[in-house]
């Protein structure tokens, strides 16, 4: 029996191709999939900008008359960053009335000598603080931009809604703060014909 070195190559070249649709195909479900796993397990729950702007409209509207003075919640703040930054809340927790429109500043630092865009992700803990949570002005609702070694503070305007649930007495507000794009391009003072990336 002759070994036919074309048929084996043959056959080696479909499963390859077999193997490699089928990596392709789980790296392009593994969004969805991510994104179903956090709304499951209530990490790193991320709500729609038009779901914020529906929140928003509807908190300000009622003109701030529902403060629940009877009720205090603990909000923490909790900063992580995925990137060349020094980035933290002003304060590291703070009590709130439900209805009370509340103000909190975040800090960070571009370390680098460099441009740098960046993108803040925001997750409530526990999950069902998050349908009452309403941010009415973030620098997570937008890609920020620093300029080689910017510091730069940045507000948070949100209002938790009366409506939470009595057992929730502490919510924790808690960004990552990543670069986006990788490192940008940084034109020198000599007149090249491509400026070096870094």
Excluded: W
Excluded at 87 to 109: D, I, L, T
Excluded at 120 to 134: G, L
Aim: aromatic share 10%; with cysteine; net charge positive.
């Amino acid at each position: 029996m002759a070994f036919n070195l074309t048929k084996y190559n043959r056959h080696m070249l479909q499963k390859l191709i077999v193997i490699s649709l089928a990596m392709f195909g789980f790296g392009y479900a593994l969004v969805p999939m991510y994104k179903v796993l956090c709304e499951v397990t209530g990490i790193n729950v991320v709500t729609s900008k038009n779901d914020y702007g529906t929140r928003a409209v509807n908190a300000v509207s009622k003109k701030n008359t529902q403060v629940d003075e009877s009720r205090l919640v603990t909000v923490e703040f909790d900063s992580n960053t995925r990137g060349p930054f020094r980035f933290r809340s002003v304060k590291n927790s703070m009590q709130v009335h439900p209805g009370e429109v509340v103000q909190v500043v975040y800090e960070v630092v571009n370390t680098q000598g460099r441009a740098v865009s960046a993108q803040a992700i925001p997750s409530y803990a526990p999950k069902q603080a998050t349908q009452h949570f309403t941010k009415l002005e973030c620098f997570c609702f937008e890609q920020q931009t620093l300029k080689p070694n910017e510091a730069r503070e940045m507000p948070v305007v949100f209002v938790i809604d009366p409506a939470l649930p009595k057992d929730v007495k502490t919510i924790t507000l808690s960004y990552t703060f990543f670069e986006v794009g990788g490192a940008q391009k940084v034109i020198t003072g000599e007149h090249n014909s491509k400026p070096s990336k870094i």
